[in-house]
């Protein structure tokens, strides 16, 4: 749960935020917080500098223009849920604000972040869409496109690679190596029992479906966690079935656990203590 090394820089101004992003492409913006600390914790995200905009009061306030209704990108959830303005000129976006998180993360998390982060699973994207449908939606089909042909050009994406990242930290090869037998054993097994093997599909489906469209949109590897409980239960059924194979089989199983689990400690203790940009989600896997 410790974050990389990084530079930390409190422009006094926008400008000169905008300066310190313009010279550093691996500068990450910080604000509220709720949303880039935690993957900051578990190092699926590796700024060189975070630039904190959190006291520039030239992007917070909440206020009525005439023809339309400022939200700032430092105003909390909190303010915009409470806004008057808002309540009048925006309702949906009030109550949508209401249900974000919980109140002491709407009391510091920010409405500009919320965006900014343009979490999936989040409340305000889908909102915002819907009240600027047209020009969103044309912004992010080019956004799309833009990340669709660096891919096919081969060129390394940052949330590309992430997630690619990600993907091959949480999964070890010998686990793949144990996971895709395990696959068609409990698939044969399961289809036993009505309605049980459809169930590993569609999860496995889901998983997949998820982290594919991650991978189009370049948004975060969130969904990749759909994947471990079922990759402990397929490695867990090839490694119960040597168990049952006598000493030697025992033997092996327990080996292959003494394996998997110093691949983990030694990825976390050379991330924490070595000062080399791994991650905690091994051990934790």
């Known amino acids: 749960m410790i974050p990389a090394q990084f530079d930390y820089v409190r422009p006094g101004s926008v400008a000169e935020a905008c300066e310190v992003l313009a010279d550093d492409e691996d500068a990450k913006v910080l ?14 995200a590796y700024p060189s500098t975070l630039v904190d905009v959190g006291r520039l009061d030239e992007l917070k306030g909440v206020h009525d223009r005439g023809d339309h209704v400022y939200i700032g990108a430092l105003a909390t959830h909190d303010e915009v849920m409470r806004s008057p303005v808002v309540r009048a000129g ?57 990340v669709g042909e660096q891919i096919a050009a081969g060129n ?4 590309y690679n ?20 395990g696959l068609v054993l409990v698939y044969a097994q399961l289809r036993r029992r009505p309605g049980a093997a459809a169930l590993l599909w569609t999860w496995l489906a889901a998983a997949a479906l998820f982290w594919g469209i991650e991978m189009a949109t370049a948004l975060q590897a969130r969904y990749l966690v759909f994947l471990a409980p079922v ?6 059924r090839v490694l119960s079935g040597l168990a049952e194979r006598g000493e030697s089989g025992r033997a092996t199983a327990w080996t292959t656990v003494a394996l998997l689990l110093a691949l983990g400690c030694t990825t976390w203790y050379l991330g924490t203590f070595q000062n080399i940009q791994m991650s905690m989600i091994p051990l934790l896997r």
């Not at 604000?31 to 699926?44: D, E, F, K, M, V």
């Not at 990759?231 to 867990?236: E, N, V």
Request: glycine share 10%.
């Open 31 to 44: 604000a509220g917080g709720q949303s880039l600390l935690p993957l900051l914790r578990l190092r699926l």
């Open 90 to 146: 925006c309702p949906l976006v009030a109550q949508a604000t209401a249900h974000v998180a919980d109140p002491a993360i709407r009391h510091r998390g920010t409405f500009g972040g919320s965006l900014a982060h343009a979490d999936p699973a989040g409340d305000l994207p889908a909102v915002v869409l819907a009240l600027v449908y047209g020009p969103a939606a044309q912004l992010k089909l080019a956004e799309m496109g833009k």
């Open 156 to 159: 390394g994406l940052p949330a």
């Open 162 to 181: 992430l997630i690619w990242r990600a993907f091959q930290i949480s999964f070890y090869e010998p686990g793949w190596a144990l996971a895709l037998p």
């Open 231 to 236: 990759a402990c239960i397929l490695i867990g």
